[in-house]
């Protein structure tokens, strides 16, 4: 009678113990997942989940504002989360937004990357915590405090929660698989800002940073990659800003290299911005400062080949491979002229046959979705903006059918008329 009793609780036993196991197995094949390869190279900063997914893209950029998601005290909306010996605050109401962007296009099998950043919050307590205190002068975002030990503790965690939340365990918020370090960290002025500061200390701050990010994600994905974020500048500086603001990429990278190496290597990529010569003229065909040769005072659409060639260094050596390239962010302007609209697109089907070219690179993220109101001018969507709006979509230009078309059987017929344009008699002589 005794062990007709007992036997219920055997049986639920061995179901708990069972169950437990799977969701074990089934944490861990989701961990040793490899980095996805994407059918295409196709990608957008999304501002229309819908519309970026009907593009047929294979990409997405994301921002991420950090310092939205930390929260100093409890409210409704918070979400407790553990990560080593400390319990930390997250705004679930951002949390929740963000979800709405990345779950749809992780089910539609396209790979999402985070770009990092850190928004100054008016929030003294906060941004003390969040933007690194010597971050100083007028900046659109900070660089992460990589100083403090609170700082760094913190920035851990909040990348902990990202990459816990977004690691596959939970189907309902989506997956992210790339993460992008700050902004273009070698014009730090405006985009990454740590005050006046020697390019040795800066690749040094920014060296934590992406490390910390990069064991923070590999404790959820252990091929979940990580992302420096440079901008079109190589071996020049970016014009009128301090050589203690502002450093050549080329000098950077090296650097930045050279210290992880210092540390203990550990596997970084590269998230490159080609943007043209001049951010207002869409004939990156005719860059002046894009060079063909490893001293290019620019790496723009014109001479990517640069950059991958640059890689393949032995001192920026991964495994004894060259680290991957992404262009995680760049556009080309439309001109209000007749020809405007013409011009973008002529460009675009330029960078397309390019990045198409070279094997070392993954993605082309297109910037942007949507035109915006607070981008000094420049008109980069593959949409307008509604007159007297910020951001709000109006119309599609002749780039959106272009851009649609890329990476499908249709592409030849609809990127022929920009032959003539860029002054090509076919596709074949660009990679000369």
Avoid at 214 to 231: A, K, P
Avoid at 301 to 320: I, P
Wanted: proline share 6%; with cysteine; charged share 25%.
């Amino acid at each position: 009678m005794h062990v007709l009793d007992r036997t219920p609780a055997i049986v639920l036993s061995a179901l708990m113990l069972l169950s437990l196991q799977s969701a074990m197995t089934m944490a861990d094949e989701l961990k040793s997942q490899p980095f996805p390869q994407a059918p295409g190279k196709k990608g957008l900063q999304v501002q229309m989940v819908d519309d970026a997914i009907a593009l047929g893209i294979h990409h997405a950029g994301i921002n991420i504002n950090l310092t939205a998601l930390l929260q100093l005290q409890p409210s409704d909306n918070t979400i407790r989360f553990q990560h080593r010996d400390r319990e930390w605050l997250i705004n679930g109401d951002y949390a929740k937004s963000l979800d709405r962007q990345i779950q749809p296009l992780s089910e539609a099998n396209i790979v999402v990357y985070a770009i990092l950043l850190a928004y100054p919050s008016r929030d003294p307590a906060r941004d003390a915590i969040m933007l690194h205190p010597k971050a100083s002068g007028e900046f659109t975002i900070a660089g992460f405090n990589t100083a403090s030990e609170e700082g760094l503790r913190t920035y851990r965690a909040i990348i902990a929660f990202l990459a816990e939340r977004y690691s596959g365990h939970h189907p309902e918020s989506g997956r992210i698989r790339g993460w992008i370090v700050g902004n273009e960290v070698n014009s730090q002025k405006i985009w990454y800002n740590l005050g006046q500061m020697p390019m040795v200390e800066a690749a040094s701050e920014y060296e934590k940073a992406v490390r910390a990010t990069h064991d923070s994600v590999r404790e959820y994905s252990d091929h979940g990659r990580c992302y420096l974020s440079f901008d079109h500048f190589w071996t020049a500086r970016m014009p009128g800003v301090s050589d203690q603001e502002s450093y050549p990429t080329r000098d950077f990278l090296n650097e930045f290299a050279r210290v992880a190496r210092e540390r203990g290597d550990f596997e970084w990529h590269v998230a490159h911005h080609p943007y043209p010569d001049d951010l207002g003229n869409p004939r990156t065909w005719l860059d002046k400062q894009a060079t063909r040769t490893p001293d290019s005072p620019h790496i723009t659409f014109k001479n990517l080949e640069v950059l991958c060639e640059s890689l393949q260094s032995a001192e920026l050596l991964w495994q004894e491979k060259p680290r991957r390239i992404i262009l995680s962010e760049q556009g080309l302007h439309c001109l209000q002229t007749e020809d405007g609209e013409t011009l973008q697109a002529a460009g675009f089907a330029y960078v397309w046959e390019k990045v198409a070219r070279q094997s070392g690179i993954d993605a082309l993220i297109w910037h942007r979705h949507v035109d915006h109101a607070h981008e000094g001018g420049l008109r980069l969507g593959l949409w307008t903006n509604k007159p007297g709006t910020v951001s709000e979509p109006d119309r599609p230009r002749h780039l959106y059918e272009l851009f649609r078309k890329a990476d499908t059987p249709a592409w030849p017929e609809a990127a022929a008329f920009a032959l003539p344009v860029v002054g090509l008699k076919q596709w074949s002589a660009i990679e000369k």
